[in-house]
C-alpha cells in the first residue's frame, strides 16, 4: 500500500473515531447537564421549604452557570433572599475581588453620587465583554442626563440576556411615579420568572399604586414566582392572608405550610440596595411591608 493511501486510512480512521468521540461527548454532555438541571430543580423544592443553604447553592448555581443559564440578578436575589450569609454583601465579599459579578454588585452598591466611580468600573466590565457592565452603565446614564444613550445600553445588554437590564427596562421610574411597563413584564414572566415577583408587587398593592391593585392577578403570578423559590416574606404572608379571606385560590396543605414557614423567616431586603447604609435605616412593618426611613429626618 502506497503511502498515500496509508495518510487517506489513517485520516478516514482519525475522522471516524473523532466523529465517534463527539458523539459520546455530545451524549455525556447532555447526561451532564440533565444531571445539573435535576440537581437545581431539588434546590428549588428545597428553598421553597425555606431552606438557607438551598437559596446560597441556587446562587452558586448561577453564579457560576452550573445547571443554569450564569446570571448576575438571579444570584443576588437568591443570594440575598433567606439564606445562611448575614446579607448579600458578605456574600459577594467571598469572591474573588476581580470577580466580574462582585465588581458589578460593589458598583450598583455605591451611591449614585458616586457616578464616576461607577462609570469607571462599568467601563473595565464593558472591556472584559462582560453584559452587566452595560447594564451598570446604562443604568448610571439613565439616572442621569444621557438618557437615551442610557437606554441604548439597556437594550443592548437586554438582547445580550442580562435579566437585571431586562427588568429594569420594565420598572425604569417606577419609584418616581412613572408606570412600570406591564405588557414587557407579562412577555418576560415565562423566561424570567423575577418578572412573576415583580407583577406580583405591581397588582398586590405593594408598590403603593391602588390603580394597578388586582388580588386575583396578584395570587396567579405569585404562585408562579413560588415555583422557583422566589417568594418573599411579604409575598408569602399576602398569599395566606388573601386564602384565609376567601380569595380565589387554591392551596393544598402543604403549600399553607410552606408560606407560614416562609412568612415567619428573617425580614430581608429585597433590591440591589441603591443608598448609602448611613443614610437610611430599614423599618419592618407588621404586615411584612419593608420600607427605609431617612435617618437625617428621624434625627
Known amino acids: 500500500m502506497c503511502m498515500k493511501k496509508y495518510l487517506f486510512v489513517i485520516v478516514s480512521l482519525v475522522m471516524i473515531s473523532c466523529t465517534d468521540q463527539m458523539l459520546e461527548n ?3 454532555g447532555e447526561s451532564v447537564e440533565k444531571t445539573l438541571a ?6 428549588i423544592e428545597k428553598a421553597r421549604w425555606g431552606d438557607d443553604q438551598a437559596y446560597v447553592q441556587l446562587a452558586n448555581c448561577y453564579r ?3 445547571g443554569v443559564k450564569q446570571d448576575f440578578l438571579n444570584m443576588v436575589i437568591y443570594a440575598d433572599e433567606y439564606s445562611g450569609v448575614k446579607n448579600i454583601k458578605d456574600y459577594m465579599s467571598a469572591l474573588p475581588e476581580e470577580s466580574e459579578y462582585r465588581l458589578a454588585y460593589e458598583a450598583m452598591d455605591k451611591s449614585i453620587s458616586k457616578a464616576d ?4 468600573v462599568a467601563d473595565k466590565l464593558i472591556a472584559r465583554d462582560c453584559v452587566e457592565g452595560y447594564t451598570v452603565k446604562g443604568i448610571i446614564l439613565s439616572e442621569q442626563s444621557d438618557k437615551d444613550d442610557g437606554k441604548r445600553l439597556l ?13 429594569f427596562l420594565c420598572v425604569q421610574g417606577w419609584q418616581k411615579e412613572c408606570a412600570p411597563d406591564i405588557d414587557r413584564l407579562k412577555a418576560l414572566a415565562d423566561s424570567v420568572p423575577v418578572a412573576n415577583m415583580c407583577l406580583g408587587d405591581i397588582y398586590s398593592g405593594k408598590s403603593g399604586d391602588e390603580a394597578l391593585k388586582e388580588d386575583q392577578l396578584a395570587a396567579y ?8 423559590a422566589l417568594l418573599s416574606k411579604y409575598s408569602a404572608r399576602w398569599l395566606l392572608n388573601y386564602h384565609k379571606n376567601g380569595g380565589n385560590i387554591n392551596l393544598s396543605d402543604k403549600d399553607i405550610e410552606r408560606f407560614e414557614i416562609l412568612a415567619n423567616k428573617k425580614s ?6 441603591p443608598y448609602e447604609d ?5 423599618e419592618e412593618f407588621d404586615d411584612g411591608v419593608v420600607e427605609a426611613v431617612d435617618t437625617a429626618e428621624v434625627e
Do not use: C, N, P
Not at 278 to 282: G, L, N, S, V, Y
Open 26 to 28: 455530545e451524549v455525556v
Open 38 to 43: 435535576s440537581e437545581v430543580t431539588a434546590l
Open 155 to 167: 437594550e443592548l445588554a437586554a438582547e445580550r440576556g442580562s435579566t437585571l437590564a431586562q427588568i
Open 268 to 273: 430581608i431586603v429585597e433590591e440591589i440596595w
Open 64 to 66: 457560576d452557570g452550573t
Open 117 to 120: 466611580e461607577i462609570l469607571e
Open 221 to 228: 403570578y405569585y404562585m408562579k414566582a413560588d415555583e422557583h
Open 278 to 282: 448611613d443614610e437610611f435605616e430599614i
